[in-house]
């Protein structure tokens, strides 16, 4: 089948194999070019511009950028991939995934779980991208140091944990530039606050992508955190940072439901720390040891990053974490928060551990706590007899805690979704809060960096 007014483009359900055909950057331009290709069909080219990026004058790090592009290649090619699900995948340069076999193969099946699950589709029955011997094997050569200035290039979302995150990287003392993927003003504008430049980088995916998208082809969730690490890797490289940091929270490891047949999705897993650590492997094995990729907030809960954020009053009126205002193509809402999803359901419950029913209201425009509709939402968030929604969100059982706390407090527990959900609660265990609350182990920060954020009482993941 052809796709309509484009004869030069097959429906990509219906072909053999998907290939990586090339990738480039041209340094006059600042900006990168991803191809690829199903079969012998048009090939799909992304487009990723870095802003005033200079070209390092040192031959290091024009090799640790070419591999760092590379793999990008690999990892963006998951959003094109996903339109055909082909069992067989070739590589045009097999050396730039010399190594990468297994981190791929667990890239696209676990982060194209939720896809796969909504699609009805056997992703990992698919999946299977060929196994190439060591990249210093194959190119006789390893990752070489690259001596960049300790300084950080900061994840940024419209929400409150890159809010948090950025906050406690500043109070350390490290220089920083906060950086975002996309045109989202809202980011823009909380960045702005902040009294901080921000950081653009642009990415355009192929035009063909859509065509296929609207006429028929496999379409669904993608790890996009996973491409935007690549991306923002790329951007260390290029522009002379040490510190790639994301804001994501403990949370993240959460399961975010099992199948019948024990099988274990996690929305969020390209947020997890099994990535995390994967991704590291990466960098440190392929582009350089001297770049440190992590997450500042691993250690929290949401519940405590909230915490920490409900003292952050100036960004109260600007920060939103509702997801329809985050989309390459700018947001989809005319206010900050729809009052209707999972992400705004939990933003509430959780501020109001921390912040009055005015308070709540006024960020929001909202009292979601109070709207009998609503119940129905925060009992998944809770994991009553529902699923927990596929979405950033906290863990059932910080949900559970929060609405248990809130009972106890006569300014909330009159509150419609209080009142019906606290009946519920009696059957289900509910965490200690302030267990909750406390920092845990489990983390990737730098040693260097623990004292000067002041997590000196907790250990690396890796010791």
């Given at each position: 089948m052809k796709i309509a007014n484009r004869p030069d483009i097959a429906d990509p359900r219906n072909a053999r194999s998907f290939s990586f055909t090339a990738c480039a950057y041209d340094?006059?331009?600042?900006?990168?070019?991803?191809?690829?290709?199903?079969?012998?069909?048009v090939e799909l080219v992304e487009r990723i511009t870095f802003p005033h990026a200079p070209w390092p004058p040192e031959a290091s790090r024009q090799a640790a950028f070419q591999n760092a592009l590379e793999i990008l290649h690999l990892v963006a090619g998951i959003s094109y991939y996903k339109s055909g699900l082909t069992s067989e995948i070739h590589y045009r340069n097999p050396q730039s995934a010399a190594g990468l076999g297994e981190f791929l193969n667990r890239l696209y099946i676990d982060g194209l779980a939720e896809f796969g699950y909504v699609n009805q589709l056997d992703v990992a029955g698919r999946v299977r991208f060929p196994a190439l011997p060591d990249f210093d094997e194959m190119s006789g050569s390893k990752p070489s140091s690259l001596l960049l200035p300790?300084?950080?290039?900061?994840?940024?979302?419209?929400?409150?944990?890159?809010?948090?995150?950025?906050?406690?990287?500043?109070?350390?003392?490290?220089?920083?530039?906060?950086?975002?993927?996309?045109?989202s003003s809202l980011i823009r504008d909380t960045v702005k606050s902040t009294g901080l430049p921000l950081l653009q980088i642009r990415r355009e995916l192929a035009p063909e992508l859509k065509l296929m998208n609207q006429a028929g082809a496999w379409n669904g969730h993608v790890p996009v955190t996973a491409i935007n690490s690549a991306i923002l890797l790329c951007a260390a490289v290029l522009y002379g940072f040490r510190y790639v940091i994301f804001s994501n929270e403990r949370s993240a490891d959460e399961v975010?439901?099992?199948?019948?047949?024990?099988?274990?999705?996690?929305?969020?897993?390209?947020?997890?720390?099994?990535?995390?650590?994967?991704?590291?492997?990466?960098?440190?094995?392929?582009?350089?040891?001297?770049?440190?990729?992590?997450?500042?907030?691993?250690?929290?809960?949401?519940?405590?990053?909230v915490r920490h954020f409900s003292g952050m009053k100036k960004y109260h009126a600007v920060y939103s974490s509702c997801n329809r205002n985050f989309h390459l193509d700018g947001s989809r809402l005319e206010g900050r928060w729809c009052l209707d999803c999972p992400k705004c359901r939990f933003a509430a419950l959780s501020l109001a551990l921390f912040l009055s029913p005015a308070e709540v209201s006024k960020i929001q425009g909202g009292d979601l706590l109070d709207v009998p509709a609503q119940v129905d939402g925060f009992r998944a968030l809770c994991r009553l007899g529902r699923d927990k929604p596929f979405e950033c969100v906290g863990e059932a059982g910080e949900s559970r805690a929060a609405l248990a706390a809130l009972g106890r407090r006569k300014e909330w527990s009159g509150h419609a979704v209080v009142r019906a959900l606290l009946p519920e609660l009696g059957r289900v265990e509910i965490p200690s809060m302030s267990e909750l609350l406390q920092p845990a182990d489990r983390h990737f920060i730098p040693a260097e960096l623990l004292n000067r954020l002041g997590l000196a009482g907790t250990s690396h993941a890796d010791s």
């Open positions: 340094p006059g331009e600042g900006a990168a070019t991803l191809a690829y290709r199903f079969d012998e069909g300790e300084r950080a290039l900061v994840a940024m979302g419209g929400g409150k944990d890159s809010l948090v995150g950025l906050d406690l990287v500043q109070k350390a003392g490290i220089e920083v530039l906060p950086i975002c993927i996309g045109e975010t439901l099992v199948t019948e047949d024990g099988r274990e999705i996690n929305h969020q897993f390209s947020k997890s720390s099994s990535f995390e650590s994967a991704f590291r492997t990466v960098i440190a094995s392929r582009v350089s040891p001297d770049i440190e990729y992590f997450s500042v907030l691993r250690p929290f809960s949401e519940l405590g990053i």
